[in-house]
């Protein structure tokens, strides 16, 4: 067993157990979906076998900040990080990277570099992908669950607004997800009461 995948059954064992109930979306299937996302489009952008290692790395940790809280989980999950990534073989410089690629999926995103927005990207895949709605009424819930929304309609203004502005960075993702994220909105606005 690589040290890898060491951490990763460390990991999702932690949030298995550890994660709020109520967390119908930030869960151990969200990282999954993410850590696939950011594989495939490490693959489609040509990124090295070393950058590919930290980017899985900050896609299974990017999210471990709800274990503690929702507001500021992006720092928490980059504390998480270095609490235990030394234990698994990484170096101080490989964890600052990790720590910069985590920092890049806090909203609004402003990745500065290529492996920085390949996770952006990843973590908001779901948009411009055929799951999008089972996967979009998850995050109502859960934020319905936590009072930060009151009911669909505000949930289809929120959402309708935040992805019109949304968009992707690598080319891959603009030209495999961004048409559907297009259509989806239009779809979403049509919910919207007049």
């Known amino acids: 067993m690589t040290q890898f995948e060491r951490l990763q059954d460390f990991i999702f064992d932690k949030l298995r157990k550890e ?13 999954k979906n993410v850590m696939r996302a950011a594989e495939f489009l490490a693959a489609a952008e040509g990124i090295s076998e070393k950058d590919h290692k930290l980017l899985q790395a900050a896609a299974l940790l990017h999210d471990t900040g709800f274990l503690v809280k929702r507001d500021g989980h992006e720092e928490i999950s980059c504390d998480i990080a270095c609490s235990y990534l030394p234990q698994y073989g ?36 779901y948009l411009g992908r055929e799951d ?41 993702a603009v030209n495999l997800r961004q048409p559907r994220k297009e259509a989806y909105v239009e779809l979403i606005k049509l919910k919207i009461p007049a």
């Open 19 to 31: 994660l709020p109930a109520h967390l119908s979306y930030h869960n151990t299937g969200h990282t």
């Open 132 to 172: 999008f709605f089972p996967l979009s009424e998850k995050l109502f819930i859960e934020l319905k669950n936590e009072g930060l929304v009151k009911d669909e309609d505000e949930w289809n203004r929120q959402q309708a607004d935040f992805m019109g502005g949304h968009t992707y960075f690598t080319q891959t």
């Open 90 to 125: 990484y170096t101080p410089a490989d964890i600052d990277t990790i720590c910069d690629l985590i920092m890049a999926t806090r909203l609004p995103q402003s990745p500065q570099t290529k492996l920085a927005e390949i996770l952006a990207d990843a973590d908001l895949d």
